[in-house]
T-cell receptor, first 113, second 113 residues
Framework: GQNIDQPTEMTATEGAIVQINCTYQTSGFNGLFWYQQHAGEAPTFLSYNVLDGLEEKGRFSSFLSRSKGYSYLLLKELQMKDSASYLCAVSPPGYSSASKIIFGSGTRLSIRP | GAGVSQSPSNKVTEKGKDVELRCDPISGHTALYWYRQRLGQGLEFLIYFQGNSAPDKSGLPSDRFSAERTGESVSTLTIQRTQQEDSAVYLC???????????FGPGTRLTVT
């Protein structure tokens, strides 16, 4: 099965950089996702990594190391609107095109002025 | 274009009653997912449809939960004999074949009294 761990809460300052870590243990692996969820809203897709390395998309970057079962989401130039929960999710083996994903419990990020 | 829609947005029901939740996916999206999110927690996978068939029902918590999908579009999640622990937000998501991003609806907040 999948065991996904990420910190429950983090706090950071507007304008700064924050890194949210995610570790996973799975018998196989078919990709890792990050989703953003503002309070009371539906999750929205941020990134998908299937190969090792860093993928950058504007202020957000996502890193994956498959050998270590580790990923992080890096948020730069933090803005107040970045206050949200960040959900790490793993696609288990046997599901092509990451057709099924299992979510971690999420990290609630609070940005202070 | 239109996103994923869900109805009702809120449902309050008495313990023991049956409820039916509806999801309208994005047109052309063959994959459809149901998740449950309890207050302050992550997303719990319930069931996944590919077209009208459900290759993975492993997340349904008990035989009180069932789901169907017709015409490769609308899906309904039925909870029979509701219990207080069923209180949660039920999220639906859809995905286009060959892609990996899931698009989420706004959810149905179910409260069992």
């Amino acid at each position: 099965g999948q065991n996904i761990d990420q910190p429950t809460e983090m706090t950071a300052t507007e304008g700064a950089i924050v890194q949210i870590n995610c570790t996973y243990q799975t018998s196989g692996f078919n990709g890792l996702f990050w989703y953003q969820q503002h309070a009371g809203e539906a999750p929205t897709f941020l990134s998908y990594n299937v190969l090792d390395g860093l993928e950058e998309k504007g202020r957000f970057s996502s890193f994956l190391s498959r050998s270590k079962g580790y990923s992080y989401l890096l948020l730069k130039e933090l803005q107040m609107k970045d206050s949200a929960s960040y959900l790490c999710a793993v696609s288990p083996p046997g599901y092509s095109s990451a057709s099924k994903i299992i979510f971690g419990s999420g990290t609630r990020l609070s940005i202070r002025p | 274009g239109a996103g994923v829609s869900q109805s009702p947005s809120n449902k309050v029901t008495e313990k023991g009653k049956d409820v039916e939740l509806r999801c309208d996916p994005i047109s052309g999206h063959t994959a459809l997912y149901w998740y449950r999110q309890r207050l302050g927690q992550g997303l719990e996978f319930l069931i996944y449809f590919q077209g009208n068939s459900a290759p993975d029902k492993s997340g349904l918590p008990s035989d009180r939960f069932s789901a169907e999908r017709t015409g490769e579009s609308v899906s309904t999640l039925t909870i029979q004999r509701t219990q207080q622990e069923d209180s949660a937000v039920y999220l639906c998501a859809s995905r286009r074949d060959g892609t990996y991003e899931q698009y989420f609806g706004p959810g149905t907040r179910l409260t069992v009294t």
